[in-house]
Structures are given as C-alpha cells and as structure tokens.
C-alpha cells in the first residue's frame, strides 16, 4: 500500500495547487468547494494506488528485495502531470502577483512563490 500513499500525496500537491491559484484570483466560492472536497483527494490517491497495484504487481527478486514485474508507467505518467500541471499553477500566480503589486510586494511575493515548487 505504500504506493498509493504517494498518489495519496501526489492529489494532495494538485489540491495544494489549485487552492493557491484560487487564493489569487480570489475565488472564494472555489475555496468552499475545495474545502468540502479535501476528502476527493484522499479516495483519488486510494484509488490510483489500487489501479496501479494491479498495472505494475511486484515480485520479489532472490535477495527479497520487492522490484515491480513490469514499469510503473502509470507513476510516471501522474508524477509528469502533476509536475507540469501545479508548474503552470505557481507559474500563474507568480504572474498575477505581479499585476498591481508595489515593489516591496513584490519582492516578498517573489520569495515565497521560490518556494512553492519544494512542495512538490
């Protein structure tokens, strides 16, 4: 079950995402909506987790250690996506925070946004 504890996380990164790029637009209504659904993600990265246990079973080799019978694309193909996906979300937040923001702003917004791919 380990794997679908990293979908698990990898939802709650998308989520993260979403939210900040609601956040700067201002949406709140998004935001209640995000709130509710916080449980979506959990049931999402189950589920994904499941899904790829039966795409990519493990075997264990003659030292036990646990190696997958075949690759993990569908690991590969959400990770991929998740990274370009939450990469255009700050990507845009950056932008709109550049918008109508004094330079001391700015400055500040531009540190915090350095951060926010470590998340990821």
Do not use: K
């Not at 979908?7 to 909506?33: D, K, M, N, P, Y």
């Not at 049931?43 to 080799?61: C, H």
């Not at 996906?85 to 918008?99: E, N, P």
């Amino acid at each position: 079950w380990g794997r679908a504890f990293r979908f698990v996380s990898i939802c709650q990164e998308i989520h993260i995402a979403v939210l900040v790029l609601h956040e700067a637009f201002r949406w709140t209504g998004g935001l209640r909506w995000l709130r509710r659904c916080l449980w979506l993600v959990w049931v999402a990265g189950m589920g994904l987790g499941a899904v790829d246990m039966v795409l990519s079973p493990v075997e264990f080799d003659r030292l036990a250690r646990c190696r997958p019978r075949t690759g993990d694309p569908l690991t590969v193909v959400v990770l991929f996506g998740c990274l370009v996906g939450c990469a255009g979300v700050y990507g845009v937040v950056i932008f709109r925070s550049f918008d109508h923001a004094p330079r001391s702003v700015q400055r500040h917004t531009l540190r915090l946004a350095a951060f926010l791919p470590i998340n990821f």
